[in-house]
């Protein structure tokens, strides 16, 4: 049996060097992070000698380089602050309503976000798959979606006038796989998931990428015996959709809801409060009960507290994040996902559904952690954790020598972070010939959470910091002094250890 270890160069040499003393590595293949050299079977000392990080690595990320066309203002149709920001960062690209193109650096954004999602879905055993975004009307038409969905579905005809539609949720598909597959209910729970493009056609797109046509979503469908461990599933979700919220810095609430056109017993909403929300989120500061206003009277019949009353009801503006739907079993039963339980009964499915907007979270925490300088990204999804500036362009041409050694020195300390895996692909360098507060005024811009600066004293061993701070004057809190090792230990801490948020 073949097993892959991935290890670090210094590493694999005390491996190597010890397996002569009988590990027993003969059927292990080995591969090194920083110079890709594989080694199958049993090691021996001349390859331990041979294996050193000498390989080729991957250009530098220059800031002067890296495709970020940004704009001095943002442009006069924005209708928030967040599409102003990712537009004038050079985030995305604006190519008619609702559609926006992901530029580097938020490609980069989304694709940690993506990440920290597929992570909280792997913790409670979610499987991931990929359906189809275009979704022929029959299977539509079971449900009973095609008529009832309205003019926000995307409907199209083939060459062959058959009729289908662009998925903004994928029950139907994920009900019909799973209605093929099951027998026995030694096999649930199902938790099936996938994050992909979706398709809507809202008649008024704004907020950029808060609500567009396309956008970029995280939608689970879960499978179980009953209800009782439907709401089980429920709560493993909740729970996991509010360590994924806290990691990623958000302040949110967790709200009752209406299930809407998905349909279902009961929903709850993840909430971001903001001043350009869709939502009305009602609260009671008396029994803590929090909806969304269009369940409000519902949830405020069933309160058995005498003290509420529509003097402790307050009303704010909310972005809606996630989405958790107890469906029951609407679409099993349409689709027939049946299985025989422990005593050879019949049983059909008992379902739920979880959507969590993947592009729209990027947009939400734009808007909600921005000041006047830009946004201040979280470390575990900013597109990059760490800029290098050094301090060339502040020299004049009479001192080249000295710009040239800021330059090799910069360098140096870009190679030393990259070659930690902690920062590996995670450090931009800005070696351009703008001007110091230039330079540091862009780099608050795009949101890296910490800035190296590289200047004439420049001490490798004791490197000057800045921290990006929400509202600091510049959007940079004051500089210390940490050593390599210390800058990657505090990274590693805001990045696996994310704080709680007070909700």
């Not at 670090?8 to 060097?17: E, I, N, V």
Request: proline share 4%; hydrophobic share 35%.
């Amino acid at each position: 049996r073949v097993k892959k270890i991935s290890l670090t160069a210094s590493t694999m040499q005390g491996w190597l060097t010890r397996s002569q003393g009988g590990l027993g590595l003969e059927a292990a293949r080995l591969q090194c992070r920083e110079c890709a050299v594989r080694l199958v079977g049993r090691p021996v000392s001349g390859q331990a000698k041979r294996h050193t990080s000498s390989a080729p690595r991957r250009p530098r990320t220059l800031t002067q380089s890296l495709f970020s066309p940004t704009l001095r203002t943002a442009p006069r149709e924005v209708t928030s602050a967040s599409q102003g920001y990712l537009l004038r960062a050079g985030f995305v690209r604006h190519y008619g309503p609702g559609l926006y193109g992901l530029l580097p650096f938020g490609h980069r954004v989304i694709s940690k976000l993506t990440a920290e999602v597929h992570e909280a879905m792997a913790d409670i055993g979610g499987q991931a798959c990929t359906m189809p975004s275009l979704v022929p009307s029959d299977l539509w038409l079971k449900s009973g979606r095609w008529d009832t969905m309205g003019s926000e579905l995307f409907r199209l005809q083939d060459r062959h006038e058959q009729d289908y539609c662009l998925g903004p949720t994928h029950e139907e598909t994920f009900t019909e796989a799973a209605s093929s597959g099951l027998k026995s209910w030694k096999q649930l729970p199902w938790r099936l998931y996938q994050i992909g493009p979706k398709y809507r056609d809202e008649a008024r797109p704004r907020y950029g990428l808060i609500r567009g046509r396309e956008f970029l979503m995280k939608d689970m469908y879960t499978f179980d015996v009953d209800e009782a461990a439907a709401e089980r599933t429920f709560q493993d979700v909740a729970n996991a959709y509010r360590e994924l919220f806290q990691r990623l810095e958000l302040p949110f609430s967790q709200v009752d809801a209406d299930t809407g056109t998905i349909g279902g017993s009961f929903s709850q909403e993840f909430q971001v409060l903001a001043d350009v929300g869709d939502d009305e989120i009602v609260s009671c500061e008396i029994c803590k009960k929090e909806a969304n206003q269009e369940l409000w009277a519902a949830v405020k019949s069933k309160c058995t507290v005498p003290e509420c009353s529509e003097a402790s009801h307050h009303s704010r503006r909310g972005l809606e994040i996630g989405h958790a739907f107890l469906l029951g079993r609407k679409y099993s039963d349409a689709f027939g996902v049946q299985f025989m339980d422990a005593s050879e009964t019949e049983q059909t499915a008992v379902m739920g559904c979880y959507g969590i907007g993947v592009s729209r979270l990027m947009s939400v925490m734009a808007e909600v952690k921005q000041d006047e300088h830009g946004v201040c990204w979280p470390a575990v999804i900013a597109p990059f954790r760490v800029a290098i500036i050094v301090l060339n362009g502040n020299i004049g041409k009479r001192h080249r020598n000295a710009a040239d050694a800021m330059v090799a020195a910069g360098e140096a300390l870009y190679d030393q972070l990259e070659a930690t895996s902690l920062l590996r692909g995670d450090v931009i360098l800005d070696t351009s010939d703008r001007s110091a507060g230039t330079k540091l005024a862009e780099a608050a811009l795009i949101g890296y959470p910490y800035c190296v600066i590289v200047g004439k004293r420049h001490d490798p061993d004791n490197l000057e910091v800045k921290e990006r701070v929400l509202n600091a004057a510049g959007g940079h809190g004051d500089a210390k002094h940490l050593t390599p090792d210390e800058l990657t230990q505090q990274i590693e801490q805001s990045v696996r250890f994310a704080p709680p948020v007070n909700n």
